[in-house]
């Protein structure tokens, strides 16, 4: 149907489309602050697994009959009852554990190379790790975010100290 006197219809009220163009412009916003949310949350779910393995590893290390068994390579740890890696692991259930024997001399015992993307060890004796009075578990995680601009790399760290078998606080 033509419009009055010849001139062609009008589109000046016609919004077709502009919920499709509002959409693209707010969808965006929308999904990076709903994915930061929830790879925020997981980086907060990991630091509390890595303090509860801290805590498990230092109480297991203090609970050790004998925390170091002399070896070739210098001394290990006896793992009597469960070794330390064992009580952090089943600590921190999700979060994956290197696995490698804790070895060492005087009042350190380390993991091997640390694994990158593992939960790495470091247990501290004083005043040595043949007879200690204290222990300290010291865990490392090297992790990737899970989305950007949050997909970074994060380093967490906890540590717990235990004041050793028969030591009351």
């Known amino acids: 149907m033509m419009a009055p006197y010849g001139r062609p219809p009008s589109h000046r009220g016609d919004e077709t489309g502009a919920t499709l163009v509002e959409f693209a412009l707010v969808a965006p916003v929308v999904f990076i602050l709903i994915f930061g949310l929830i790879a925020g949350c997981f980086l907060a779910y990991q630091n509390s697994a890595m303090h509860n393995g801290a ?3 230092s109480r297991m290390a ?3 009959t004998s925390l170091v068994t ?3 390579n210098g001394s290990c740890e006896s793992g009597l009852p469960v070794p330390i890696e064992t009580a952090v692991a089943q600590a921190s259930p999700l979060l994956q554990v290197n696995t490698a024997p804790l070895c060492g001399t005087g009042t350190t015992l380390t993991q091997g190379p640390p694994v990158n ?3 790495n060890i470091i247990v501290n004796c ?3 790790c043949a007879s200690p009075t204290t222990v ?3 865990l490392a995680l090297s ?3 899970l989305v950007a601009p949050i997909g970074l790399t994060y380093n967490l760290t906890a540590t717990s100290t235990d004041p050793g078998p028969g030591v009351t606080p």
């Open 70 to 72: 002399p070896g070739a």
């Open 55 to 57: 805590t498990a590893g």
């Open 136 to 138: 300290s578990v010291s």
């Open 126 to 128: 004083a005043p040595s």
């Open 143 to 145: 992790t990737q975010g």
């Open 117 to 119: 993307g593992d939960v």
């Open 62 to 64: 203090s609970i050790e």
